[in-house]
């Protein structure tokens, strides 16, 4: 069982083995954490995101980081659910997203994965159920990773993501 952890911050500046980008389905590129990911790795990420090909919502691939800093070895591209108002099954969607990045992160034997919100930004997800489903989905699914940071770049994602963490408010 990993152990998961929250901060605030730039996921760009995370020491892991891999950090995960809220990609679209091009895997080219794109604006707000994947636009960051792509700046600070170089060029180089969007041709191999290119040479692998689209990737449907839900599911999750693995480059190599490129110019990332070390430690990261690997950058994880999965592709959010577009929030259409809850009824599309955009919440499996996305609990699908964390369940492959972590067997991802596996295959390639990445132990400390760092995850932003996924699709909380542009796709527009609801950001507290994201929250809970980003945690409930990560304590849920058996994986060999050992340390999960949950980066949220914005204090009212970490508030949330860390009350997901320690679990519903006590009945009063
Ligand atoms: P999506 O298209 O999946 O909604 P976005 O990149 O628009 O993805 O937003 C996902 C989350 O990533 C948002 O909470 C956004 O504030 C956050 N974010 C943007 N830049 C960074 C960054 N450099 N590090 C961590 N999180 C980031």
């Not at 950001?127 to 980003?134: D, G, I, M, P, V």
């Amino acid at each position: 069982m990993a152990t998961i952890e929250v901060v605030r911050g730039d996921i760009t500046r995370e020491r892991v083995d891999a950090v995960v980008t809220a990609a679209n389905e091009s895997l080219l590129g794109g604006g707000g954490v994947d636009g960051a990911i792509h700046r600070a790795a170089g060029p180089r990420l969007a041709e191999a995101g290119g040479a692998i090909g689209p990737c449907p919502p839900g599911a999750a691939v693995v480059t190599p980081a490129f110019d990332l800093d070390p430690p990261v070895r690997y950058v994880i591209h999965t592709v959010g659910p577009v929030w259409e108002g809850g009824g599309y099954g955009e919440a499996e969607v996305l609990a699908s997203c964390y369940r492959c990045c972590l067997a991802v992160a596996d295959e390639v034997g990445a132990r400390s994965v760092a995850f932003p919100a996924i699709a909380t930004g542009v796709y527009g997800f609801p950001a507290e159920r994201a929250a809970r489903t980003a945690v409930d989905t990560l304590r849920s699914t058996p994986s060999e990773v050992e340390r999960i940071r949950l980066v949220a770049f914005d204090e009212e994602t970490r508030t949330l993501l860390q009350a997901a963490l320690d679990g519903p408010a006590p009945a009063t």
